[in-house]
């Protein structure tokens, strides 16, 4: 594995990040980019942008964070924006990927029986009736992209829509009503936790920032994520100190710092608390297994 100082952010893979447009779609099969990959897409994230991946033939293994699956297709994924993954397929493989911009993932929401905060990976048989339903979707949303491209926006949001319940109903996180102000409140904590994990605030830093009270908010992250505010802020800090040591050749030092810890050995007593290991041994550990 090629290791690197940063976890690369990609718009599609291997061409740089960019900014995008306003209800952003791109729809492509995974064996377009062959010359890029061969096969072997190494650990990245998009930031603005969540992406469907439909394994419709072939096997390999699906990595998500520090989680990986050895899959055979159908299977089908769903990741969003900067969250971490990667996989390693056979020649014979291949997949749809159907990217979609942030701010139109959020209008889907409300619609969507999928929590779009959350990635997911999925397996079955092809026996099951509801996988040739996502086929037939998924064949769809690929057409109608190569025939009318990003002008389709309103055909294909729908078909999308209809994709990311299907994966619901298999097995995803059922989201939460939309019209809860607690729901909305935690989903706000969230990406304001996303932005500023790094600068070690206080709880009530959050509170002043969304403008409500300490009581809400500690609601709103037990209702939504079944986690304390400070446990969300913790595991925000340690799921960005797993990536560093995974994916990039920054020492345990600089890593702890990156995440907010000024002190070394406060951030390794704070890792090993999280996790069992000290970040170094946690590193080993888990490079063998790649």
Do not use: C
């Not at 990040?17 to 209800?23: A, F, I, K, M, Y």
């Not at 706000?188 to 809400?216: C, F, M, N, Q, S």
């Amino acid at each position: 594995m090629v290791m690197r100082s940063e976890v690369p952010n990609f718009f599609v893979y291997g061409e740089p990040s960019r900014s995008l447009e306003v209800g952003f779609l791109h729809v492509e099969t995974v064996m377009e980019r062959k010359t890029v990959h061969f096969g072997h897409v190494s650990p990245h994230k998009h930031p603005l942008m969540g992406q469907i991946t439909y394994w419709f033939q072939g096997s390999g293994t699906y990595r998500i964070e520090d989680e990986s699956w050895n899959f055979s297709a159908p299977a089908v994924s769903f990741v969003p924006s900067n969250v971490v993954h990667a996989f390693d397929v056979g020649e014979n493989a291949d997949a749809i990927v159907v990217s979609v911009s942030d701010d139109m993932l959020k209008a889907l929401a409300p619609q969507v029986v999928l929590d779009l905060d959350a990635p997911i990976f999925l397996t079955g048989q092809p026996a099951d009736p509801v996988w040739p339903k996502l086929k037939v979707l998924l064949d769809m949303i690929f057409e109608d992209y190569r025939e009318r491209g990003a002008e389709g926006e309103k055909v294909l949001s729908g078909l999308i829509s209809v994709v990311l319940s299907l994966m619901g109903r298999i097995g995803g996180r059922a989201a939460l009503p939309s019209t809860s102000l607690t729901v909305s409140l935690g989903l706000a904590l969230r990406r304001e936790i996303d932005l500023h994990y790094r600068k070690d605030w206080p709880v009530g830093t959050y509170v002043t920032l969304l403008a409500t009270t300490p009581h809400l908010l500690d609601k709103a992250a037990r209702e939504v994520f079944g986690r304390s505010v400070k446990e969300l802020l913790l595991e925000r800090r340690l799921l960005e100190a797993k990536r560093l040591l995974l994916f990039t050749i920054r020492s345990v030092e600089d890593i702890g710092h990156e995440v907010g810890f000024d002190d070394p050995a406060y951030f390794s007593r704070f890792f090993r608390r999280m996790t069992g290991e000290a970040p170094a041994a946690w590193r080993r550990h888990h490079l063998r297994q790649e």
